[in-house]
């Protein structure tokens, strides 16, 4: 049993179901979300290089700040082109 602690400030606990994850990243789009947080850009710089490797093609998106939730159009998007999605978080 997984257990996901939702660091959000909810009074009442949505529940979610987890999305199957792909058994490979070959062919895929993979959506690198850089949060605006020191550093980030280079960790997703290293990730981008290794999706490369395993046949996957990277897009990246940025957040204006790390400090709000992305946007609803840049939400929309991710969904709209990515297949997967990773988010960065670094200092």
Excluded: H, N
Excluded at 40 to 45: A, E, S, Y
Excluded at 64 to 90: F, G, N, S, W
Aim: proline letters at 7%.
């Amino acid at each position: 049993m997984t257990i996901l602690l939702d660091p959000t400030s909810e009074r009442a606990v949505a529940k979610r179901t987890l999305v199957a994850r792909p058994s490979s990243l070959k062919g895929k789009v993979v959506g690198l979300l850089d949060i605006s947080k020191p550093r980030g850009d280079v960790f997703l710089d290293r990730i981008a290089e290794r999706l490369a490797d395993d046949g996957a093609t990277a897009l990246r998106f940025a957040k204006p700040t790390y400090t709000k939730p992305a946007p609803v159009d840049l939400r929309q998007e991710l969904a709209a082109k990515c297949d997967v999605l990773i988010e960065a978080l670094a200092d």
